[in-house]
């Protein structure tokens, strides 16, 4: 007995020194040293130092667990370690430091308010939090990694921004495939106006995905919801955001590529990889205002740009020789007689310099646009059950197109003696 007790002894030690239990969650006592890691609750996901591929940084990053090379979240992504000897900490104020072999901060977090007793904890979501000890409410967290996402948007997290705090959740592409470094391209949502999701390269729009009509964003870069994907936008006084859940297909992740395309796949437990799942062609249309001010595009039509109604090219030379950037200018001065030209299937125009209304009628709506002549055009702001509420333009009509499958109707000002006239192609100048 003695003999079999000491053999148990000896299994049970060896078995702890070998198998490093990772905590569930950090304390100001206890710190994750590189080649530790801090598992989820239910053990989706991770967190530790990794060197993306072909690198030898180091960096502290969140990874889905069956897909460790899957990192979608990087805290020192400007700032890597030179070797394997980074440690993350959490201070008694209940911020997170990142620190160096020399015991120089790397990165860390922030907080406006201090902790008592805090713990930093990694969710089942996929979150990062810092929250005191015994208080588990959302509502309550000192800080989180959703706020701050790097290239992918996980469910949960909110692309868009707090109009409260100023807080500003948006994506950023890496710099290369070795690097996590903040790259060319961001994925994020404009709050001018009728706030409306933008794919940019530096400061310069890329693709305007657009706003959103109750269903779904303008553009179908974004897949339409359906069995893969229950898109929401919520839009209040105290916040604007895109956020997209899991479905019964499996874990869904959104990442804005290197290359500035923005890529929706799921998780198949089966193959054990991430499934692509079709978004939307990216045709020559979708290159922001190809062409040009108050005109549209048709991708099947030739030449692909036409003035609306009422519009005529603002220079004729130059848009017979299919350059449209000046877009085109109005034929007519504008007056209270005018009427409005009902355009379907529209991908709606740039919502940046728009006014909207969720109560009022399209019948009002259009009593407000003609009793100011800046209002160019009109729309639902909602095509739910039948459409609802107001959206108007003020100025300038840009990056609008004619939709190949869903669109809605917009309802461009135009004088009356312009009511049933041809409209102009390149071929008239």
């Known amino acids: 007995m003695g003999r079999f007790l000491e053999i148990f002894v000896c299994c049970f030690l060896f078995f702890i020194l070998t198998n490093s239990i990772t905590p ?155 690097d996590p470094a903040q790259g060319d391209f961001s994925f994020l949502l404009d709050p001018n106006g009728y706030p409306q999701l933008l794919l940019k390269k530096g400061n310069k729009t890329q693709v305007r995905i657009g706003s959103w009509n109750g269903l ?101 030379r130059d848009w017979k020789l299919s350059n449209w950037s000046g877009g085109c200018v109005r034929r007519t001065a504008c007056s209270d007689k005018d009427r409005f030209q009902n355009y379907s299937r529209m991908k709606l125009p740039d919502t940046s310099s728009s006014w909207y209304n969720k109560s009022t009628g399209l019948e009002e709506c259009e009593g407000i646009c003609l009793k100011n002549c800046s209002c160019t055009a009109y729309a639902n702001l909602d095509i739910r059950g039948g459409g609802s509420g107001c959206l108007v333009w003020f100025g300038s009509l840009v990056d609008t197109r004619r939709s190949n499958g869903d669109g809605q109707d917009l309802y461009v000002r135009i004088a009356v003696s312009e009511l049933g006239m041809p409209r102009i192609n390149a071929n008239e100048y």
């Not at 805290?75 to 120089?104: C, F, H, Q």
């Not at 839009?235 to 895109?242: I, R, T, V």
């Open 216 to 316: 779904r964003f303008a553009a179908e870069i974004i897949s339409k919801p359906d069995s893969i994907s229950t898109d929401e936008f919520v839009l209040n006084e105290k916040e604007g955001y895109f956020v997209f859940g899991i479905t019964s297909l499996g874990f869904p992740r959104l990442t804005l590529a290197t290359s500035g395309i923005p890529q929706r796949s799921i998780w198949n437990d089966r193959t054990h990889q991430w499934q692509s799942v079709e978004i939307a062609q990216h045709d020559i249309c979708e290159n922001y205002s190809i062409c040009g001010p108050n005109a549209y595009c048709q991708f099947n039509n030739s030449p692909i740009c036409a003035c609306l109604d009422g519009f005529m090219p603002k220079s004729p």
């Open 24 to 178: 569930a969650i950090i304390n100001p006592s206890h710190s994750i040293r590189d080649g530790e890691t801090l598992l989820s609750d239910g053990g989706s996901f991770e967190l530790g130092f990794f060197s993306p591929a072909n690198s030898t940084n180091r960096y502290l990053g969140l990874w889905f667990k069956k897909s460790p090379q899957a990192v979608f979240w990087v805290a020192n992504r400007e700032i890597p370690l030179s070797n394997s000897l980074g440690v993350l900490n959490i201070t008694s104020e209940g911020i997170l430091i990142i620190y160096s072999s020399t015991k120089d901060i790397v990165w860390s977090s922030n907080s406006s308010r201090t902790a008592e007793n805090p713990v930093a904890e990694l969710l089942e979501t996929g979150n990062l939090v810092v929250r005191e000890e015994n208080d588990n409410s959302t509502a309550n967290f000192l800080w989180q990694s959703f706020d701050y996402p790097c290239d992918t948007l996980l469910p949960g997290m909110k692309l868009g921004i707090n109009f409260v705090t100023r807080l500003e959740s948006s994506l950023s592409s890496w710099k290369s495939s070795e």
